[in-house]
């Protein structure tokens, strides 16, 4: 008799971090979708890094470059936003 393989548990806060990450930097210019993507990326980042450590599962690196890309989108929200300041004053 064969016993069952053990299930592999899947880490979909590191996921849902590079994809918010990638939308935040890919769309930088617009300032609400940008802003609230990174965010997100940012929060989950953190929450993948926190639960892979936690249950040791994989999607660390996942979590970690949607992290990444999340801080990249809100210093890219952030520049844009007083070079628009400065242009309008």
Same mark, same amino acid.
């Given at each position: 008799?064969?016993?069952? +393989?053990?299930?592999?548990?899947?880490?979909?806060?590191? *996921? *849902?971090?590079?994809?918010?990450?990638?939308?935040?930097?890919? !769309? !930088?210019?617009?300032?609400?979708?940008?802003?609230? @993507?990174?965010?997100? @990326?940012? !929060?989950?980042?953190?929450?993948?890094?926190?639960?892979?450590?936690? /249950?040791?599962?994989?999607? +660390? @690196?996942?979590?970690?470059?949607?992290?990444?890309?999340?801080?990249?989108?809100?210093?890219?929200?952030? /520049?844009?936003?007083?070079? /628009? *300041?400065?242009?309008? @004053?």
């Amino acid at each position: 008799m064969q016993q069952a +393989k053990p299930v592999k548990r899947n880490n979909s806060f590191g *996921m *849902m971090s590079l994809i918010l990450g990638i939308i935040g930097v890919v !769309f !930088f210019w617009v300032p609400i979708l940008d802003m609230v @993507a990174s965010l997100l @990326a940012i !929060f989950f980042g953190t929450r993948g890094i926190v639960v892979a450590n936690k /249950y040791k599962i994989g999607g +660390k @690196a996942y979590s970690i470059l949607g992290l990444i890309l999340g801080i990249i989108g809100t210093v890219l929200w952030v /520049y844009l936003i007083i070079k /628009y *300041m400065q242009f309008i @004053a």
